[in-house]
């Protein structure tokens, strides 16, 4: 029997995760190796929910937004029976390590299965958040900014016709890389971020400066600051301004769909060939990442538990900017 790698696409779903899986198909294809693709994530690993993945079922899907493979947050896997069962259900099926494309919550079930079961784990970070440590982007971060970016111009079109202050509410429930980077390419007026405290009077102050001149403004808010939603900034604004008009946009799951930009796609292939290459190399318990250019391997642990801190080039710049 031919050697077995099980593969999964699993949490939030991102736009580049089918570039991935179609590098990944592809690279084992050209190595002799099967793919079996579980649909679900680890839930279609509990119920035996698979598909052998053939060069022919990955036609056509780079350009696709979502997972051919579908995705779920599993919450059976937090419990250590159900892990034991998955290991058990992929061993009966010949397959000996898992490729595992996602986010932190994916990573920590990969790594318990790899502590718990001795099962070979290989990570791929796909989430639009970009807030796994050891990897300069995340797939499916780029494109999410380019929607924000998309959305928010056309906002402010309509907010400099009216004059209005739009606060716009990004995802991120505990990471503001979104908000950041999209917030500096739209020239947002205020940019308000979980990873550092939010000064509300200081930031209504910064608006009252530079009102004069411009009456109109758009404030990116993360979904996890905790001053609170995009609602609760507006509400702080309108007690300060009673004479404006705010309005309040929530972008939400548009940020997660969508055509894969070129940047997603390429970082995609990236990932997917080098993930294989791991595997093949009996390399297990990392997550392959890309930094400066270079694909890197970075232990799981690492990857979830060092957070990856805010560029304090972005915040400097943020600030600089948006006056
Ligand atoms: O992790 C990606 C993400 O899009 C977060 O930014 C967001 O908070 C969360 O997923 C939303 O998850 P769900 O689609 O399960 O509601």
């Known amino acids: 029997m031919k050697k077995r790698i099980g593969l999964i696409t699993s949490g939030g779903d991102a736009p580049g995760m089918n570039a991935c899986v179609r590098a990944v198909v592809r690279t084992a294809a050209q190595n002799d190796v099967e ?6 994530g680890y839930e279609g690993v509990l119920d035996k929910d698979f598909v052998v993945m053939k ?3 990955v036609a056509q899907i780079i350009q696709r937004g979502g997972t051919i493979l579908k995705t779920a947050r599993c919450k059976r896997f937090y419990e250590a029976e159900h892990r034991a069962k998955a290991a058990e259900n992929l061993r009966e099926l010949g397959v000996d390590s898992l490729i595992a494309i996602g986010g932190d919550g994916t990573f920590t079930g990969a790594v318990l ?11 791929v970070p796909g989430t639009i958040d970009n807030d796994l440590f050891g990897t300069d982007f995340t797939i499916g971060y780029d494109t999410a900014i380019n929607t924000v970016v998309e959305a928010v111009d056309k906002i402010r079109d309509t907010a400099f016709s009216h004059d209005r202050i739009f606060v ?6 505990d990471a503001g890389f979104i908000a950041l980077r999209s917030g500096i ?16 009077d200081r930031v209504l102050k910064r608006l009252e ?11 990116i808010v993360a979904e996890g600051d905790e001053f609170g939603g995009a609602e609760d900034v507006a509400k702080a ?23 894969p930009s070129a940047m997603d796609r390429v970082l995609a292939g990236f990932l997917g060939v080098g993930a294989v290459e791991a595997v093949l ?28 801190d805010v560029d304090d080039n972005l915040l400097r710049i943020t600030e600089m900017l948006s006056v």
């Open 168 to 173: 716009v509410e990004v995802m991120g429930r």
């Open 35 to 40: 793919i079996i693709g579980f649909i679900r």
């Open 55 to 57: 060069n022919e079922n």
């Open 113 to 123: 299965l790899q502590k718990e079961h001795g099962f070979k784990v290989v990570g």
């Open 237 to 259: 604004v309108m007690k300060k301004y009673v004479d404006r008009e705010v309005k309040v946009t929530k972008l939400g799951h548009i940020q997660r769909g969508g055509n």
């Open 209 to 219: 400066g530079r009102r004069k001149s411009k009456q109109s403004a758009i404030i």
């Open 281 to 308: 190399e009996e390399v297990s318990g990392v997550m392959i990442g890309m930094q400066h250019k270079k694909i890197v391997r970075i232990p799981l642990e690492k990857a979830i538990k060092h957070h990856q």
């Open 185 to 200: 390419a739209v020239g947002a007026e205020a940019i308000l971020v979980p990873e550092t405290k939010t000064d509300i």
